[in-house]
């Protein structure tokens, strides 16, 4: 009896697994980045993060053949407690910055039922949770983006998936989330759904591990592409 006391009170004070993060994933402290290939094995997407400190960085997705050209649409992200936050959009090519501002925003379970309202972070879009939770959870935003060619307005829904292992196409078994997304927008046509699609990241090995995309451009498609080459950068 008194063994089994001891055996008890020693497993209640050994910690835990240690919490995961989405900077494991995303790789999003790293100047980091990534090369995903179509299904033929040619160049599709290329993503790179440049850190900028102060719990920010900044992501670009361009085409790798564009790659040495200004880029545009670059994802400006902050951390704060437990949350990423998306701030805006840069373009090199008319150094412009266009802030992003939601007007509402709700969190719910992976079946995006149960909402509820999330309070405003200075209208901040709420990006992902910090520490990745172990269920799957709903973001829904609501908002406008200021350009300089006017105001567009937008629906942003993601489902978070809780960490899970992937078998990948180039990286063997791999420690995964998702993030499945839709957006809606009326940047320059009235207001649809633009763009549909699931992205896996990969611990260690950050954005892109695996993306399939149902809707583009407002179109139907059926586009997937692997992450085949990581590097850091200087």
Known sequence: MRTSIVVAMVLSVLPGPAAE???????????SAGLLVDSAGTPASQWAWRP?????????????????RPGDGQEHFVRD???????????????????????????????????????SHNGQQHYAQWTVPAQAYCLIAEGTITTPQGVVRFRHRQVWAPPTTCQTRFHGAVRCVRQTESWWDDN???????????????????????????????????????????????
């Open 188 to 234: 320059g046509h009235p207001f649809q759904l633009r763009i549909e699609r699931s992205q896996y990241l990969g611990k260690g090995l950050g954005m892109g591990l695996s993306i399939h995309s149902t809707i583009g451009g407002g179109k139907p498609i059926n586009w997937r592409a692997d992450l085949r080459n990581t590097w850091t950068w200087s």
């Open 52 to 68: 900028e400190g102060a719990g920010k960085s900044v992501i670009r997705w361009d085409s790798p053949a564009n790659w040495n």
């Open 21 to 31: 993060t989405y900077d494991e994933f995303s790789m999003m402290y790293d100047k």
């Open 81 to 119: 407690g437990d949350w990423l936050y998306l701030d805006g959009y840069e373009n090199q090519s008319t150094g412009t910055y266009n802030p992003q501002r939601v007007t509402s925003e709700q969190i719910g379970d992976g079946d995006c039922a149960n909402l509820r309202p999330l309070p």
